[in-house]
């Protein structure tokens, strides 16, 4: 049946290549559907219990991931003009479809007449500098709106923007964003532009900017390597064809069923361009190893290739597959589609390869059988040295891997939302600005809520009395997060209070408290639910590690138990749930390994059904993987999602490089030949096509070391380094272990 499919292939090549292409062109047309959104959302685990508390707060008090801070620097920050510039600004700014509200240093001035700095146009009017550093100092002294609006010093100013529900997607907040950007440029002052908006399209613009990077030196990289190795535009073309057909295939099947490209799948293209190619390679190495043999019939040495190839490389991609498809065993939805995505592809490549590499070569007529191995000095040197010292290749990776073994203990998952950017990334440079001067730009809300089933169900949350309670967890927030900046009641209360010259000490009854709220407008943050028996404390905290906010969880709770029975504090807010999901994507991803380690050995099982067979190819590729560990363990890198899920991802890719050996060693058994024999066979005729694959497939890992998020670099070093230590254990421990362990009948 395979003879048959394969033989009608490469005697109708024409047909075959014109009907991969016009399948390519079908897709092609599904491409235009494809959308590009990163929402904070993505990053949420569907079983997390945190996350549906979250939604519950924003169903009571609406988002609060929605506000950009735009900083300004002004050239002399108690100059008239600028205070000119900056009303139009906040006009122009208001204007702008999508904003909410916008606050300002001319915000308080409209309740506070302390506040107002004057008649700015009237030129005619003297402008006195001191009053009028005077007037911003006060502003910045205003417990509500000053430390959002102006640094301490008053060197910075700063505009807060609410966008409202509507504009929260990539493509307005793109749009809002331009036209902002645009208004400022023709101001005096410096800008920069950052909070959790700018953050989501910043990093949407780094993903466009990281594929287009990408993409230019893989290709080079793919062409330096294939023509180096195969001297032939033929074998170098249709490698490229096949990935970049499967890309589109892929993407066309993306934009049929409406799948967005996010944070996690934006890369998909870029690493099926790295992982596709190898199945098409290996086709053409082993094309041009039989037709060495007999060039007389080029057609049936296709057949043979195609024959002896097909169901190789589909258990390899099956494998790779697999690494891939683990990952959908996690509960967040963009892990689950970046697994399902590059499983695909993965066999998508595979179909394509095996229609098109052979069609192709036949269709052209690229019989050339091709010079000596590239790599023969060093795959002959060690084809004569691994027979003669096999227990040498054995031990030396032991005594590594035990000693990598050791430090694994060692290894931390403490990780912080920032530490996915790079410390030279401009974006990182903006948000650790306003950490300095307007507190931090990361969500953080902290709920005082009523316990309806304990004692004080007639009262509300607006009681004089639960005021103390709430003023007690605002003090301890802002001791252990001293560059963040909060919002509450307490805080619009010690405003008003200073507006009226009422002293601190004086207390507002209900009636005085629902007056004031009252007064406000629907734009302006909700700081009471409607049923009243919920306190808001919002805030933009600075950027801090799970293990940091654990410690401030646990010190709030320890304050509530100081709280009456009817009052208890709950934490919530993106930050809060991106943080205990990270952790959770953690251990999901390193469950997600053993999963891809249990399915990928049963492949191997019942592929080898040897037990001595099997043992030899998992230790061959879990020793890589655990030498990695330790190598982070021992420079002190956190596991993180990407580095954890590297791990199952590497894993699939470098089971094929044990599998391609193996299945050749078993094939030179087959013939009558003995262990040593067949071993060296293997090494020269199968090492070959590994070396050029693994040399690919290292070099365009390395490739994402260039990337803008530090996550994307990560995963691009610990691939290169784990499937290069894979290839050298395929090429050295393997057939050591392949002499040395019991093997009577492979």
Request: proline residues 4%; contains cysteine; glycine residues 6%.
């Amino acid at each position: 049946m395979i003879e048959k499919f394969f033989r009608i292939i490469i005697t109708n090549p024409r047909g075959t290549f014109l009907s991969v292409i016009g399948l390519t062109v079908m897709w092609a047309l599904f491409l235009p559907n494809l959308s590009i959104d990163f929402s904070i959302e993505h990053l949420f685990s569907q079983n997390d219990p945190a996350v549906e508390r979250y939604f519950s707060f924003r169903d009571e008090f609406g988002r609060e991931d929605n506000v950009i801070t735009i900083i300004y620097e002004p050239i002399d920050p108690i100059d008239r003009g600028l205070f000119k510039e900056l009303e139009k600004l906040t006009y122009d700014i208001e204007d702008i479809n999508g904003v909410a509200s916008v606050v300002s240093v001319f915000s308080l001035s409209d309740i506070d007449t302390k506040a107002w700095l004057g008649d700015i146009y009237n030129d005619d009017q003297a402008w006195n500098r001191d009053t009028i550093l005077t007037k911003l100092k006060y502003i910045q002294s205003d417990p509500s709106i000053g430390s959002r609006v102006l640094s301490k010093d008053l060197r910075f100013g700063a505009f807060m923007l609410t966008l409202s529900d509507d504009a929260n997607n990539h493509q307005d907040r793109s749009a809002l964003l331009k036209k902002i950007k645009k208004l400022a440029l023709d101001t005096s002052p410096s800008w920069t532009f950052s909070g959790v908006s700018v953050l989501r399209t910043e990093y949407v613009r780094y993903m466009l900017r990281d594929n287009f990077l990408f993409l230019p030196p893989i290709a080079i990289i793919l062409i330096t390597i294939l023509g180096y190795v195969f001297r032939n535009w033929v074998f170098v073309g249709l490698p490229l064809l096949t990935v970049l057909i499967t890309v589109i295939w892929l993407l066309g099947i993306m934009g049929l069923f409406g799948l967005e490209i996010n944070i996690m799948t934006y890369i998909v293209p870029t690493l099926l361009f790295i992982i596709g190619i190898s199945d098409a390679i290996h086709i053409q190495a082993r094309f041009r190893e039989n037709l060495a043999r007999d060039s007389s019939n080029p057609c049936e040495s296709m057949l043979l290739t195609m024959v002896q190839m097909s169901k190789v490389i589909f258990l390899t991609s099956l494998t790779t597959s697999i690494g891939f498809v683990a990952l959908m065993t996690t509960s967040i939805n963009i892990v689950q589609e970046f697994g399902l995505e590059i499983a695909l592809g993965v066999m998508i490549a595979w179909l394509v390869s095996i229609l098109l590499v052979p069609s192709g070569i036949m269709l052209f007529e690229s019989f050339e059988k091709g010079k000596d191995n590239t790599f023969s000095p060093l795959l002959n040197w060690l084809s004569n040295v691994i027979p003669r010292h096999p227990w040498a290749f054995i031990i030396i990776p032991l005594i590594i891997s035990f000693t990598s073994i050791y430090k694994i203990k060692d290894l931390s998952t403490d990780a912080s939302l920032m530490d996915d950017l790079r410390p030279q990334n401009k974006l990182y440079h903006d948000l650790k600005m306003t950490e300095k001067y307007f507190g931090g730009v990361l969500p953080f809300e902290v709920l005082l809520r009523l316990d309806q089933k304990n004692e004080g169900k007639n009262k509300t949350v607006l009681d004089p009395d639960i005021f103390p309670f709430l003023e007690d967890v605002e003090d301890l927030l802002k001791e252990e997060l001293m560059e963040s900046r909060f919002f509450s009641m307490s805080t619009l209360l010690r405003s008003i209070k200073r507006m009226r010259g009422d002293e601190d000490s004086v207390s507002y009854n209900s009636e005085i408290i629902n007056q004031i709220l009252g007064g406000r407008s629907k734009q302006q943050l909700q700081l009471v639910n409607s049923d009243q028996n919920t306190l808001r404390i919002t805030g933009l905290i600075e950027n801090k590690t799970s293990s940091e906010m654990e410690s401030i969880y646990t010190k709030l709770d320890s304050l509530s138990k100081s709280f009456p029975p009817y009052l208890e504090i709950e934490c919530t807010g993106t930050t809060v749930v991106a943080l205990r999901t990270n952790d959770y994507l953690v251990q999901s991803l390193v469950n997600s390994l053993g999963i891809a380690l249990l399915f990928i050995s049963i492949v191997m099982a019942f592929m080898f059904r040897k037990k001595s067979i099997l043992f030899a190819s998992l230790v061959t590729n879990l020793i890589p993987i655990f030498t990695v560990l330790g190598v982070l363990s021992w420079l002190g890198v956190s596991i993180r999602p990407p580095t954890a899920m590297t791990f199952s991802v590497a894993l699939g890719i470098a089971v094929d490089d044990s599998l391609h050996f193996l299945l050749r060693y078993r094939k030179e058994l087959k013939q009558g030949m003995t262990r040593v024999e067949a071993i060296r066979a293997t090494i020269m005729n199968t090492g070959s096509a590994l070396m050029i694959t693994t040399t690919i497939l290292v070099s365009g890992f390395s490739v994402l070391l260039l990337s803008a998020f530090l996550p994307t670099y990560q995963f691009g070093l610990l691939s290169a380094g784990m499937i290069g230590t894979a290839l050298l254990c395929d090429l050295t421990l393997l057939p050591a272990l392949c002499l040395v362990l019991p093997n009577n009948n492979t």
